[in-house]
Antibody, heavy 121, light 107 residues
Framework: QITLKESGPTLVKPTQTLTLTCTFS??????????VGWIRQPPGKALEWLAL???????RYSPSLKSRLTITKDTSKNQVVLTMTNMDPVDTATYYC?????????????WGQGTLVTVSS | SYELTQPPSVSVSPGQTARITCSGD??????AYWYQQKPGQAPVLVIY???ERPSGIPERFSGSSSGTTVTLTISGVQAEDEADYYC??????????FGGGTKLTVL
């Protein structure tokens, strides 16, 4: 059974760096083709694709946020970490991590419950 | 930047057929995926690779593709299908995006 869970601060101040951790079980990020991605959703708004890392350390970023994002993995801990620099109130959103089964196949078949991050001074 | 365009809302009566469209220039060459999201919940994949249905998704959910438009069809809509629906795909370079979402209301 695949599960994912996001963790991190619920409140960050403007200009600070956000660090979110996705801890998963039921699969390994050392398995060929597997990936873990991050998606966010501001309150009442649409989903926004952020970043993704594959088993072979291939990393993909949203072009509009690429300069602010870093995604890494710790295979031994079954964790993926997303950092976002220079946080702004417009970055207030629920942040989800999700599992992907294969490279070149763009869907996410399992999602975490999401974690709400508020950016405010 | 690449965009997928969905209607903001669709309304149907129970038992009728709901069709939600998603338009994008790269859709003839890239698969589309559909997610259902109910309030306070994470999205759930309902269609992948334009028309494939994951296990556990009711048969009333189907997907199709024609040119630059993909369509999610829900036949015999039930009250429990009321939710937001998002399409997802990628542009020709592989940059992934979500559509703006469609709120399905069951009257």
């Amino acid at each position: 059974q695949i599960t994912l869970k996001e963790s991190g601060p619920t409140l960050v101040k403007p200009t600070q760096t956000l660090t979110l951790t996705c801890t998963f079980s039921g699969f390994s990020l050392s398995t060929s083709g597997v990936g873990v991605g991050w998606i966010r959703q501001p309150p009442g708004k649409a989903l926004e694709w952020l970043a993704l890392i594959y088993w072979n350390d291939d990393k993909r970023y949203s072009p509009s946020l690429k300069s602010r994002l870093t995604i890494t993995k710790d295979t031994s801990k079954n964790q993926v970490v997303l950092t976002m620099t220079n946080m702004d109130p417009v970055d207030t959103a629920t942040y989800y991590c999700a599992h992907r089964l294969g490279q070149g196949d763009y869907h996410f078949d399992y999602w975490g419950q999401g974690t709400l991050v508020t950016v405010s001074s | 930047s690449y965009e997928l365009t969905q209607p903001p809302s669709v309304s149907v009566s129970p038992g009728q057929t709901a069709r939600i469209t998603c338009s994008g220039d790269a859709l003839p060459k890239q698969y589309a995926y559909w997610y259902q999201q109910k309030p306070g919940q994470a999205p759930v994949l309902v269609i992948y690779k334009d028309s494939e249905r994951p296990s556990g998704i009711p048969e009333r959910f189907s997907g199709s593709s024609s040119g630059t438009t993909v369509t999610l069809t829900i036949s015999g809509v039930q009250a429990e299908d009321e939710a937001d629906y998002y399409c997802q795909s990628a542009d020709s370079s592989g940059t992934e995006v979500f559509g703006g979402g469609t709120k399905l209301t069951v009257l």
